[in-house]
Structures are given as structure tokens and as C-alpha cells.
């Protein structure tokens, strides 16, 4: 039974998972080295759930109740004792691998160690500890109280208990828990690279401005934001990092290769909302946006994007990464999708998902656009992901 949890590094996505558990009423210790970023943190918190008495979602009663199960530590031995441990920091291998070798000298032998991470190796993690059958990855997504997705990824090595134990305590604490095999990207960050990956591509290309993609993703998929938008909102630093790690993961397949664009944004600061510039600026006396309002281009545009993420999904399924179910829940409760793309495959029929991937193939002839064999086989039997 987990009581205390630990959370490593009081960063947003840190300190929201701390509000999670604290919520869920676990004693929370919120640990980071550096202070500052604790009383950041500290601040943030207290700010939130003074928020959240004013709109009246919580009563003060319950808001103290909250603040009094979360500490605030600069020293790691304040971690002993916690039956979970999460580490939210620095998307750096070697480091994190540093970190938990010096926790699990500190903490209990049936302490399990979870990562934050979202797109590098629980294996490989694990296999700093001693005991690497209690590592997991527990992947949040941002901002950690609202969003209800997370995903569980049990390692080569993570006990049958460990990922019994991890589950049933992520949906105590009100969560959809998908669970993603232990490969790059896991299931979120793997489907999701085509969303923002084919519309840089149609912009390199000359097919069409920023402005004009992201109004196709919007006025005919349903999309909530665009994919330009939403690198903005990231931070082309970090979602560039994410493309970089997924392409070499998979041994520099075409599929997932970064764009230029993005790369020369990010070296040059442009990094979207949160340094006034990226895609699109945010200052002042920012111009207006141009958009080409041409409907039969942006069918064009969205039918290319979605069956490219169509694709993605089903390779994931076919190459047994997760379930059906759990590939549609973690699109549309991790990314906030209007449906899942297995659902949506079979509203636009696989018939035209094959033939969509052929167009592209037959005028590109590159290895990014290739069919999934999952689709081929599932056109050949008549066959649909739900229907």
C-alpha cells in the first residue's frame, strides 16, 4: 500500500504531480537541491489551491488539509520512508541514472522508483539499481492535475507487483492509466510525432504558412489547437528534444526525421509563448495572422496529417506497443485528440487509409510514407479496429 510519496525535482510538472498525490491524501515530500526552485514551487502551489477555493472546486477546510500533507526538502534523506518515489527531472540519461543509484541507497528495499520521463528507456534506468524490478516509468502529462492521462511503462525488469501496485494507486488518484511497452516515445509521443512532424514537412514544402495549417487542423479535423500552436505552447526547444530523441531511438527511421525549420527556431531562442517569439509572435505589435481560407486546400492539408498519425497509431498496435483502447484513451485523454485515431481510421474506412499512404508513397517514394502492414492486412480481410 502506498502512504508516503516522494517526488524529485519541484519543477511545474513536479510540483503538480505533488498536488495529485497530496490531493489523493498521501503524505507528499516535494524534494529539489536547489531552493529557490523550491519556494517557486512552494508559492505556485499555495497560489493554486487558492485558486481553486475561489472558483469554489475545494473548500479552505479541504485547500489546508492539501497543504499540510505536501513537505518541502533540499536534502534527498527526506525521501526515506516514501513507498513511491517519482522523479521529474532533467531529460538526461545518465543523470537520472545518477539519481537513482544515491535514492535507492536511501530508501526502503521495497520502495518503488518511478520516472517522470517521456521518451527515454525505463530499462535503462532500471538498470542502475540493485533491484531494478521495483523501477517504472509513471509518465504525467502537463499540467498534471488536469490532465487525466498517464502512462504506466513497466521495463524488462519491473515485477509483475510493482506495475499492480503502480496502477491501481495512479486510477485511486483519479487517472486513466494506458500502459505503453518500453519504447521511444512510449504511446503518446510515438503517435504524436506526425501531427507535428507532417505539418512541418507541408510547410517546407510551400504548401502552406503556419497560419493556414494550423486553421485546417482546426476548422476540419476539430482540433483544439494546431500543430504550430501547440509547439508554441510546449516549447519548440523541448518538443524539437523529444523529435531528436524519438528519430535516433529508432535508429534514424525517415518516419520520425526533425525538421530544419524547427531545429533553426530553436537555435536562434524562438521557442514559442514563453520567450515572446516562436511560430508566431506574441508581442505587442505582433502582426495579424494570414490565412489562405481555402477549404479545398485545407482538406488536403488535414487529410494528410491524419492519415500520417492514422498510420502511426496502427504500427504502434501492430508492433504491440499497446492495446487498441489504450492507444485512442492515451490520444484523447494525454493530448485532448477529438477521437481516437483507430476510431477514426474506421470512420474514414481502411480503404482510404491505404490509399492515402499509397498516394503519398507513389509521389514522394520515401520510406516515411510507407503503409503499416497492420492497415494492408486489415484492407485484405475486411477487417476494422472496432466495427
Same mark, same amino acid.
Given at each position: 500500500m502506498i502512504e508516503k510519496v516522494g517526488i524529485i525535482g519541484s519543477g511545474t510538472m513536479g510540483a503538480g504531480i505533488a498536488q495529485v498525490a497530496a490531493t489523493?491524501?498521501?503524505?507528499?515530500?516535494?524534494?529539489?537541491?536547489?531552493?529557490?526552485?523550491?519556494t517557486r514551487a512552494e508559492q505556485s502551489l499555495q497560489n493554486i489551491l487558492d485558486r481553486l477555493v475561489a472558483k469554489r472546486r475545494i473548500q479552505r477546510e479541504e485547500r489546508d488539509a492539501i497543504w499540510s500533507r505536501i513537505t518541502m526538502s533540499d536534502q534527498m534523506v527526506s525521501l526515506s520512508g516514501s513507498d513511491l518515489v517519482i522523479?521529474?527531472?532533467?531529460?538526461?540519461?545518465?543523470?537520472?541514472?545518477? %539519481?537513482?543509484?544515491?535514492?535507492?541507497?536511501i530508501v526502503g528495499k521495497k520502495t518503488i522508483l518511478a520516472s517522470n520521463t517521456s521518451?527515454?528507456?525505463?530499462?535503462?534506468?532500471?538498470?542502475?539499481?540493485?533491484?531494478?524490478k521495483r523501477c517504472i516509468g509513471i509518465h504525467f502529462f502537463n499540467p498534471a492535475p488536469l490532465m487525466k492521462l498517464?502512462?504506466?511503462?513497466?521495463?524488462?525488469?519491473?515485477?509483475?507487483?510493482?506495475?499492480?501496485?503502480v496502477e491501481e494507486t495512479i486510477k485511486q488518484w483519479g487517472k486513466v492509466v494506458a500502459i505503453a511497452k518500453d519504447t521511444p516515445g512510449f504511446i503518446v509521443n510515438r503517435v504524436a510525432r506526425p501531427f507535428y512532424?507532417?505539418?512541418?514537412?507541408?510547410?517546407?514544402?510551400?504548401?502552406?504558412?503556419?497560419?493556414?495549417?494550423? $486553421?485546417?487542423v482546426k476548422s476540419i479535423g476539430g482540433f483544439r489547437m494546431g500543430p504550430f500552436e501547440l509547439m508554441d505552447f510546449i516549447g519548440n526547444d523541448v518538443n524539437y528534444k523529444v523529435t531528436e530523441t524519438v528519430f535516433k531511438s529508432f535508429y534514424y527511421d525517415p518516419r520520425y526525421k526533425p525538421s530544419f525549420t524547427q531545429k533553426r527556431l530553436s537555435e536562434a531562442g524562438y521557442l514559442g509563448r514563453k520567450s515572446g517569439k516562436g511560430y508566431y509572435d506574441y508581442g505587442e505589435d505582433a502582426p495579424e495572422k494570414v490565412?489562405?481560407?481555402? %477549404?479545398?486546400?485545407?482538406?488536403?492539408?488535414?487529410?494528410?496529417?491524419?492519415?500520417?498519425?492514422?498510420?502511426?497509431?496502427?504500427?504502434a498496435l501492430h508492433l504491440n506497443i499497446a492495446s487498441a483502447t489504450d492507444i485512442d484513451l492515451a490520444?484523447?485523454?494525454? %493530448?485532448?485528440?477529438?477521437?481516437?485515431?483507430?476510431? $477514426?481510421?474506421d470512420e474514414k474506412t481502411i480503404d482510404w487509409c491505404v490509399s492515402r499512404m499509397d498516394d503519398l508513397y507513389a509521389e514522394y517514394h520515401e520510406d516515411r510514407y510507407?503503409?503499416?502492414p497492420l492497415l494492408r492486412r486489415m484492407q485484405k480481410n475486411q477487417e476494422t479496429f472496432y466495427l
Open positions: 489523493a491524501g498521501h503524505q507528499v515530500v516535494l524534494y529539489d537541491t536547489n531552493q529557490d526552485a523550491l522523479e521529474a527531472i532533467v531529460e538526461d540519461l545518465s543523470v537520472k541514472q545518477s %539519481v537513482f543509484r544515491e535514492l535507492e541507497a521518451s527515454l528507456s525505463i530499462a535503462s534506468i532500471a538498470a542502475a539499481l540493485n533491484r531494478p498517464v502512462e504506466v511503462i513497466p521495463a524488462v525488469q519491473t515485477s509483475n507487483k510493482t506495475q499492480q501496485l512532424g507532417e505539418a512541418l514537412r507541408i510547410y517546407d514544402e510551400g504548401i502552406a504558412n503556419f497560419a493556414t495549417i494550423d $486553421w485546417a490565412i489562405a481560407e481555402d %477549404v479545398a486546400l485545407a482538406h488536403r492539408i488535414f487529410d494528410r496529417i491524419l492519415v500520417m498519425l492514422i498510420n502511426e497509431a496502427a504500427d490520444m484523447t485523454c494525454g %493530448v485532448n485528440y477529438p477521437k481516437g485515431l483507430l476510431a $477514426w481510421a510507407r503503409c503499416s
